[in-house]
């Protein structure tokens, strides 16, 4: 994985249904981190291609794995089939969480993590 310089942060999310979510941690400088926490299942895939193609994601097959759940999840929301949409995002959360600090970098996981909580939380009261 590319290192980085650390950099003390301080994320403070709170979602349409006033969910605040905090985390501190260090996290890695990148110039080109386009990654918006906009609550949608778009945004977070485009969460998990940067980092895929930064290499903050080292692992191809489990950046592709990540999609598909992604994938899945949009494809159950069009037909609304909402709780099943959220169950693919809790799979994406379990695997992210499983790959934090081996294939995933520390604080792009735990990003993705609470990207993907937020997106559950929207579409849970939304």
Known sequence: MKQRLPVLALVTITALAGLSLNATGTARAQATDQCALTPTIASLTTCVEHPAQQEFIDNQGIA??????LDAAQAELDRSQTSV??????AFIYEVKAQAGKHIDSMHAQHMVIHAQLVIQTLMHG
Do not use: P, R, V, W
Request: glycine residues 0%.
């Open 64 to 69: 592709n794995s990540l999609l598909a759940k």
């Open 85 to 90: 949409a959220i169950n693919d995002l809790q």
